[in-house]
């Protein structure tokens, strides 16, 4: 266990991050851990169907996981919410912000409920130990991008939900209780969540206030049309793309602002007025240069103006690898963006950046799963020594949350790694 009491391990970690994230150098490289589902219940001894399905169980994984790694050079909870990717709620429901603030990730039991078609679970059409998957689906037809250019809170409502959530096409007999269920189950997860935050407290580690981005191009492909019809879209039917993506971006700023905690408010709730808000990008890597240029980036980047003028830290997911549009990032302001990479080499986005932007990635997954401690704690130290100057970066252990194939004693190697190679 950590030497120091908890709310000095809290004072100190939540320093040490809160530097990071303003693009300066603290004493050491923070590390940031992000188990997935899977790895996080088979070392507490569960399927991931049970972790994903009994809030009760959520809480006590989190403490395991907690108590277990709460040592020095550990410095957030290793715990990351059991839920799938559901922004496209966030966005329907951002008239009513109390309720789609808890509707921003799919959780096991709305799951249930809902019966959406957008993802897959263990215990239901998944093995009780796999990992819960996002499969998308295509929900709108190409001749309908009029309909959601002209009203896309309407569209989404009317024609888009009835087709992805089984229980909407359901009669009222059946509908009114099992939303009355839901209604109980957001309750829970909101219960759940105060839980989780008050151990992390406990433990002395800090939290900071999360909201939501989403680039409009994204949310066209991930819950509408599937990436494979928007790619062809974005060919034959340009125009209609443009106009349907112009018509979303301030609808994304709106659930940027509904989602985000001011400063003053963040500091008073978590003793803190360092507010993300975090954006998952998935179709950035599938993207020829012209049109990441003509149909992503300029959308995108209001959406992340928006975060900035809310004087929070966009906090960003690059999914896969963004070396070609590494510039992009230097439309940015300098140092006021957090940039997680995943399969972007951090030395090249380092070198092509400078400290532009607050670095955050790790190491390959296959590397955490298939390679010896010794190869772990040799490549990690690496990699901080090679990224860490002149600071602003957050080590994340894996490029990705590492899965449940990852060798526990390599996570262990990342830490020694961190506490010998990250300081300044």
């Not at 954006?279 to 209001?302: A, C, D, G, I, V």
């Not at 690059?318 to 399969?343: Q, S």
């Amino acid at each position: 266990m950590a030497a120091l009491e908890p709310a000095e391990l809290l004072r100190e970690r939540r320093e040490r991050l809160e530097k990071a994230y303003a693009n300066r150098a603290p004493d050491r490289v923070p590390l940031t851990l992000l188990p997935a589902p899977d790895l996080v219940a088979s070392y507490a001894g569960l399927t991931t169907e049970e972790f994903c399905f009994s809030w009760e169980a959520q809480v006590r994984v989190a403490e395991k996981w907690g108590s277990d790694f709460n040592v020095e050079g550990v410095d957030s909870l290793p715990y990351f919410v059991p839920g799938l990717e559901m922004y496209l709620l966030l966005l329907a429901w951002v008239e009513k912000p109390e309720v789609a603030a808890w509707a921003r990730f799919l959780m096991g039991p709305f799951h249930d409920i809902l019966q959406d078609k957008y993802t897959k679970w263990p215990g239901r059409e998944l093995a009780p130990t796999a990992h819960p998957q996002f499969t998308g689906g295509k929900f709108m037809e190409a001749d309908e991008y009029r309909f959601l250019a002209e009203d896309p809170l309407g569209f989404v409502n009317e024609r888009v939900l009835p087709r992805a959530f089984g229980l909407l096409s359901r009669g009222r007999a059946e509908l009114y209780p099992a939303l009355v269920k839901l209604g109980v189950e957001l309750q829970n997860f909101s219960a759940t969540m105060a839980k989780v935050g008050s151990l992390s407290a406990q433990l002395g580690y800090p939290s900071f206030p999360t909201g939501w981005g989403y680039a409009p191009l994204d949310l066209i492909s991930d819950f509408l049309r599937y990436p494979t019809h928007t790619m062809l879209d974005l060919r034959r039917h340009p125009d209609d793309v443009k106009a349907a993506v112009e018509s979303l971006t301030p609808v994304l700023r709106r659930c940027v602002r509904a989602s985000t905690s001011p400063p003053e408010v963040a500091e008073k709730a978590f003793g803190t007025r360092t507010v993300l808000v975090f954006f998952p990008l998935h179709l950035n890597e599938m993207l020829p240069p012209k049109l990441f240029e003509e149909f992503y980036w300029p959308s995108l980047r209001e959406v992340v103006q928006e975060a900035l003028s809310l004087g929070a830290k966009p906090w960003i997911f690059f999914e896969g690898n963004f070396t070609p549009f590494l510039h992009y990032l230097e439309d940015l302001p300098k140092g006021r963006v957090i940039a997680w990479f995943e399969r972007t080499d951090l030395r090249r986005a380092r070198e092509a950046l400078g400290d532009h932007v607050v670095l955050m990635g790790g190491l390959p997954l296959s590397l955490l799963m298939h390679g010896s401690r010794e190869k772990v704690y040799e490549e990690a130290c690496k990699l901080l020594t090679e990224v860490k100057e002149p600071g602003g970066f957050i080590f994340a252990g894996g490029q990705a949350s590492p899965t449940a194939a990852t060798r526990i004693e390599n996570l262990w190697a990342v830490i020694e790694a961190t506490l010998a190679c990250g300081r300044y």
